[in-house]
């Protein structure tokens, strides 16, 4: 019996990237059993990334009928990260950022939660987005900014002016530009600015402003992307009958992804 | 022998599981050393860069880095560490000189809803092509020397070109393990197909009366405890046999060859 627990474990280790505890103790009568945090970065663009940080925690109040740990202030790495002997049931007082300067974390999270014994407390920080970043980066389609600058560093003019491709949410390029010039900060290229063209018939949604130097061959090197969101003009509904089976419907006047037998597995 | 074997396959899956993982330097030691060093997000683009010529000892390196920099290495041991990272490697290194080819999205899709079959996970555990696609250009911003790049340099985007469906095998690692983590604990990735057609007509629906949202209109708030406790019953409900094999059979199934 223990050795169908230990290899189910191994199929649950596949998932621990989310830091599901695997087959953790969560014997609640354990007076030392406390609880468990687990840490994760989430990026503007939604994506969410287990990450390590510091994490801290200060009991405020509630019964805490078992457990002495009152507070605790520790380094932690991504996954589960099991809080022995805290005093539990109460809420607590959480925090959770980077641990030391250039952290995936932009900046500490606190919050009050009520935690009871063998909890999981999932702790969450902004990102640090480590990208380029696009000014304007929410953009009227209908009142568009003349131009958007998009700053990171990497791009250079060797071979060819740098070439801004931005791609809509299915992944297909919608808008392929030359940058207008490219911008400096202390003497060194900070970033490029491009011109935005007419968008009257940009659809809504998050577009991914990519940006490439021009190679030796005429071939095109990624340096860099930044999120920009198009607002104003709302797509029209997606076709209800382009579904089934496990397909994604998609909406009209955009090229749809493969009808995927895969999605049926 | 069954311990060794156990452990292998253990190892298999950890690695795909937490492959991601080495985006995290999150521990006394390694934020000690991070001053000196680069952030793990620059240090994979620099390899993923280096790689791209198709030495085997860049392509190994860099897939030495998803084990290496998350600590997987310790729970891994040195020798499935170091089989894990040949095999992918090795993979790596044949697609950038044109002797292999790449990874379809697809293959994604079909792990992750294979997993989730096989586990018997809630429907909103499953997949499709169009989220595969969304999740590589959410991690595009960050790494873009990984994503999206091509076995030579990349012909000019022009109007009508897409994101290539094909990855390379380290890539396509990556993104595995991303959408597993996505799964277990990112809402916007918890959705059925049709919670995800809503979601998106909302979220490109600028009606002026926006109905009002809940927890109750919001399924996605406590899946994250709903597929713990769904992997516990897949995990125990596995026998011994599947779930030895299981690790193979997911590199497998994703394309990595042996």
Known sequence: MKKITGISLAVLLAWSAAGFSCGGNNNTSNPNRGFDIQTQVQFPNGLVILQGGNAQGQFQSGPGTSGTVTSFNRNVNPGITTISGAKVPGVWRLAFGPAFFGDSCLTFVVENRNVSSGSLERLTCPGRFFGFTATADTIDAFNPPATVDITGSGSETLYGTPMIAFYNEFGNVVASTPANQLLYTDGAV???????????????????????????????EIVGSA????????????DPGGGGGGCEPQPQNQEQLPCDTYNTY | MKKSILFLSLGLMIVLGVGLLWLSKGNTTQAESASNSLHPFDAINQKAKNARAGNRADAEELVGEVIHISDTENVLGGFTASSIKERVGRNESRYRLGQAQGIPEGKIVRTINGLAKKLNLPDYARTNSYEVRKLRLSLLPNFPQLINQKTQGSQPSTVGTKLDPQMSP????????????????NDEYQ?????????????????????????????????????????EIGANSTSISDALQLSNITLNTLGIEQ
Do not use: C
Request: proline share 8%; charged share 20%.
């Open chain 1, 190 to 220: 900070s970033g490029v600015r491009v011109g935005v063209s007419d968008l009257s018939q940009v659809y809504d949604g998050i577009y991914s402003a990519v940006v490439h130097n021009v190679q030796a061959d005429g071939t095109w």
């Open chain 1, 227 to 238: 999120s920009v969101t198009v607002y104003g003009n709302p797509p029209p509904p997606p």
């Open chain 2, 170 to 185: 380290a890539e396509a690692v990556f993104v595995l393990a991303m959408m597993i983590q996505q799964k277990m604990v």
């Open chain 2, 191 to 231: 959705l059925t197909n049709s919670e995800r057609l809503s979601k998106w007509k909302e979220a490109h629906n600028h009606h002026p009366k926006k109905p009002k949202k809940d927890d109750s209109q919001n399924p996605a708030s406590n899946r994250n405890s709903e597929m713990r406790r769904a992997l």
